[in-house]
């Protein structure tokens, strides 16, 4: 199958689901369990006290590729004091993924989510795809793809959790 029909055909299924659960601020983050790139199992609710940056991306995505090393640096700005980036692939080559994350400078965790179920839960419309959630696993921020300046906007919504 011709690649840009793949990822369309992805587009698609993770659309497909996306009746079934519609995100808002304020509400509590879907509750899932992924393996990451250092093969251990990674759920969101035992993360609650910290403030968590929840970020869908795919290596077909260029915006994504931009984006990456932009998070990288927000996680090692904040890491210390109570925040962390999750960043959920979508793809279903796991190696492909692990690969392109460690040649941008991904050194936040990786989590695969090769059946689109998490992405699912999410009701994923856009990619990337960018939540920030806060130490209670409120969802408090929700951003759809990324251009040049999110960064300042992640920043500045990051410092105001930690705050809190």
């Known amino acids: 199958m011709k690649k840009s029909i793949r990822q369309i055909l992805v587009l698609l299924l993770l659309t497909a689901g996306s009746q079934a659960y519609?995100?808002?601020?304020?509400?509590?983050?879907?509750?899932?369990?992924?393996?990451s790139s250092t093969k251990q199992n990674i759920r969101l609710a035992e993360l609650r006290g910290q403030v968590v940056m929840l970020n869908f991306w795919a290596t077909w995505c260029n915006p994504c590729r931009i984006e990456i090393p932009h998070l990288q640096k927000l996680y090692s700005q904040y890491k210390n004091i109570g925040f962390t980036v999750l960043g959920?692939?979508?793809?279903?080559?796991?190696?492909k993924a692990a690969k392109m994350a460690?040649?941008?400078?991904?050194?936040?965790?990786?989590?695969?989510?090769?059946?689109?179920m998490v992405s699912k839960l999410y009701s994923i419309k856009t990619m990337p795809f960018t939540l920030l959630i806060d130490r209670d696993g409120k969802i408090r921020k929700i951003f759809y793809g990324y251009k040049p300046g999110y960064e300042k906007k992640y920043s500045n919504a990051i410092r105001k959790l930690l705050r809190e």
């Open 22 to 35: 519609a995100l808002s601020v304020n509400q509590i983050a879907p509750d899932f369990t992924l393996r």
């Open 88 to 95: 959920v692939n979508i793809d279903n080559n796991k190696t």
């Open 102 to 116: 460690r040649n941008l400078g991904a050194k936040f965790p990786i989590l695969f989510d090769n059946t689109q």
